[in-house]
């Protein structure tokens, strides 16, 4: 995993999260399902901000606790994806593209673009840009079910990473 960062269209640093597809991930036209993107965009999210376990890396942005004894809860209030282009299986891992749209009281706007895989460092090629989607991310105590304030941990490691949110072409 990398947590190479940099400036992006959205104004803030982004966190590029490679993720992997798996065979299971395609529908029966060959390219990734619908409902597999919510996974893979998951996936990025679990390893871009959860705490690593002894002997794993994580970008600086990991730091929510993930265990269910932490008394924490992530929960999802919203999700947007628009796709832009299929997703074709391959064998290298997506470039997975994070920031924040904006960090509030207690949740977060998380955005994404799900981009084709880097090949070199030197490749100047464009990446197809698959997807764009936004999670709101609210954090809940887990005894009670009400919202907890964000932490000044979490604001210091997210803060490079705010950029302006994604503006979806096809809205009404």
């Keep these: 995993m990398t947590d190479a960062a940099e400036?992006?269209?959205?104004?803030g640093r982004r966190l590029h999260i490679p993720i992997h597809l798996r065979w299971g991930d395609l529908d029966a036209f060959n390219h990734v399902n619908n409902?597999?993107?919510?996974?893979l965009l998951e996936e990025a999210r679990v390893r871009a901000f959860?705490?690593?376990?002894?002997?794993?890396t994580a970008p600086d942005t990991a730091v929510l606790e993930s265990s269910i004894l932490s008394g924490v809860l992530t929960l999802i209030a919203r999700q947007e994806i628009e796709y832009l282009a299929p997703v074709p299986y391959q064998?290298?891992?997506?470039?997975?593209q994070m920031w924040f749209g904006k960090l509030g009281g207690s949740s977060i706007e998380v955005c994404y673009e799900v981009r084709s895989p880097i090949e070199t460092a030197s490749d100047t090629r464009p990446q197809t840009v698959y997807a764009r989607a936004t999670t709101v991310v609210v954090k809940v105590d887990a005894a009670?079910?009400?919202?907890l304030r964000l932490s000044a941990a979490e604001r210091e490691a997210w803060t490079p990473y705010v950029g302006a949110p994604i503006a979806y072409a096809h809205r009404a």
């Design 7 to 11: 400036a992006g269209a959205a104004g």
């Design 35 to 39: 409902t597999s993107m919510l996974k």
């Design 50 to 56: 959860w705490l690593p376990e002894p002997g794993e």
């Design 91 to 96: 064998r290298d891992p997506l470039d997975v």
């Design 144 to 147: 009670t079910g009400r919202p």
